[in-house]
């Protein structure tokens, strides 16, 4: 309850007339924070470990012009300062997530940047973990203590993608929403500060609860779990966030800057592998919701393949039909990824098309002479059909 009033009271101070009466001057920034305590040392040397595993693991993302990327709009977000010591690994794993460790480890998961339209909304998410790390929020986590539950939900979410280290499963922190609340506002005022467009920290709260509105529907189930919380909820809603920010943002909201070309054309390299991994998640509900919004009503080449993909993977015959016309669509939109042939061919060979499957199939046979499935894929051109 404390927690609860306190999360309250923070978001109740923010209201007021304009973001510039309501934000407060950043806090000013000390050293490095060296730790004192044997709760303090004992976490520093669990996230330094977490740390020496992960920059072995083959879930990081080595690419340079990425990595230099992010670490580039970290330091315009919250200061050269305090960006200094922070070490950024993209981590890839198809969810929303972000988090920074007290040692100065920030994590990114590609999952994030995908749903994510322009710099100031990187910015916002980057701003916001480094507020956790400025607080301390970690360290009073650490003190309060993690149920086995918490490592239960946490390595339950990331079991797919083993890759990931075991000292980064154990070193997760489950915020309250007091601290929550406090690193929204802080993420805003870094925001605010280093010039980016206030309005991008509620926005992206805003598709968060679109599409899981659209993930619940397309399982069947009621859409309730995000409009309003329990007494006792650890986080903010998706909703109360989207509508505190939004109005501490105030009048300035639309002011400021959203470098949109810029973040496009760092994250285009790597779209086509973050939407691969999206698909992978079994989710046609939010998948078909987030390629909608990536779209935004021009559907390029590359999201037609995966919306593609998405039909074909989820296979009800309607879906086949669906699937066959995104294919051709991406192929007529100039793709020339060999899936695309791969995907039609087979979508109309299940629709009963064989004839036109085969040739599909055929063709991308020509174009990735290579294939790890080349085998397969002939004989369903020599037997016109599929098991």
């Known amino acids: 309850m404390a927690g609860w009033m306190i999360a309250a009271a923070l978001a109740g101070a923010a209201l007021g007339a304009g973001a510039s009466d309501r934000l407060a001057p950043l806090p000013p920034y000390g050293t490095a924070y060296t730790p004192t305590t044997v709760d303090e040392r004992g976490l520093w040397q669990q996230a330094d470990e977490a740390e020496r595993d992960l920059r072995d693991s083959p879930a990081v993302i080595r690419d340079a012009a990425l990595n230099a990327y992010i670490g580039k709009v970290l330091c315009r977000s919250v200061g050269e300062g305090r960006c200094r010591g922070v070490r950024v690994y993209v981590v890839r794993a198809p969810y929303f997530n972000a988090f920074m460790a007290p040692n100065g480890m920030m994590?990114?998961?590609?999952?994030?940047?995908?749903?994510?339209?322009?710099?100031?909304?990187?910015?916002?998410?980057?701003?916001?973990?480094?507020?956790?790390?400025?607080?301390?929020?970690?360290?009073?986590?650490?003190?309060?203590?993690?149920?086995?539950?918490?490592?239960?939900?946490?390595?339950?979410?990331?079991?797919?993608?083993?890759?990931?280290?075991?000292?980064?499963?154990?070193?997760?922190?489950?915020?309250?929403?007091?601290?929550?609340?406090?690193?929204?506002?802080?993420?805003?005022?870094?925001?605010?500060?280093?010039?980016?467009?206030p309005l991008a920290a509620s926005r992206i709260w805003e598709r968060l609860m679109a599409e899981e509105d659209a993930t619940a529907l397309g399982r069947k189930r009621r859409v309730t779990h995000h409009y309003s919380a329990g007494f006792f909820a650890d986080h903010p809603t998706e909703l109360a966030r989207a509508t505190y920010l939004r109005e501490t943002a105030g009048t300035d909201g639309e002011r400021g800057?959203?470098?949109?070309?810029?973040?496009?054309?760092?994250?285009?390299?790597?779209?086509?592998?973050?939407?691969?991994?999206?698909?992978?998640?079994?989710?046609?509900?939010?998948?078909?919701?987030?390629?909608?919004?990536?779209?935004?009503?021009?559907?390029?080449?590359?999201?037609?393949?995966?919306?593609?993909?998405?039909?074909?993977?989820?296979?009800?015959?309607?879906?086949?039909?669906?699937?066959?016309?995104?294919?051709?669509?991406?192929?007529?939109?100039?793709?020339?990824?060999?899936i695309a042939?791969?995907?039609?061919?087979?979508?109309?060979?299940?629709?009963?098309?064989?004839?036109?499957?085969?040739?599909?199939?055929?063709?991308?046979?020509?174009?990735?002479?290579?294939?790890?499935?080349?085998?397969?894929?002939?004989?369903?051109i020599g037997e016109g059909g599929v098991q």
């Open 341 to 380: 042939w791969r995907g039609l061919g087979l979508s109309l060979l299940r629709g009963q098309q064989a004839a036109a499957g085969r040739a599909a199939l055929k063709t991308y046979l020509e174009k990735a002479p290579a294939a790890s499935d080349r085998a397969a894929m002939a004989m369903l």
């Open 107 to 197: 994590i990114v998961w590609t999952g994030a940047l995908l749903r994510l339209r322009d710099e100031a909304e990187l910015a916002s998410v980057l701003g916001h973990e480094f507020g956790h790390f400025e607080m301390r929020h970690e360290l009073k986590t650490f003190r309060r203590g993690r149920t086995i539950g918490d490592i239960i939900a946490w390595t339950g979410v990331i079991s797919p993608y083993s890759t990931l280290p075991v000292s980064l499963i154990q070193l997760h922190f489950s915020y309250s929403r007091a601290q929550e609340t406090e690193a929204d506002l802080m993420g805003l005022r870094y925001l605010t500060a280093a010039g980016y467009r």
């Open 257 to 338: 800057d959203e470098a949109r070309e810029a973040f496009l054309t760092a994250m285009r390299p790597w779209r086509a592998t973050f939407l691969a991994d999206q698909i992978k998640r079994n989710d046609f509900g939010g998948s078909e919701y987030l390629l909608g919004e990536l779209a935004t009503g021009h559907w390029t080449s590359d999201l037609l393949l995966t919306r593609g993909e998405l039909y074909r993977e989820r296979g009800n015959p309607r879906d086949l039909v669906s699937a066959a016309q995104f294919y051709q669509q991406a192929i007529d939109a100039g793709c020339t990824d060999p």
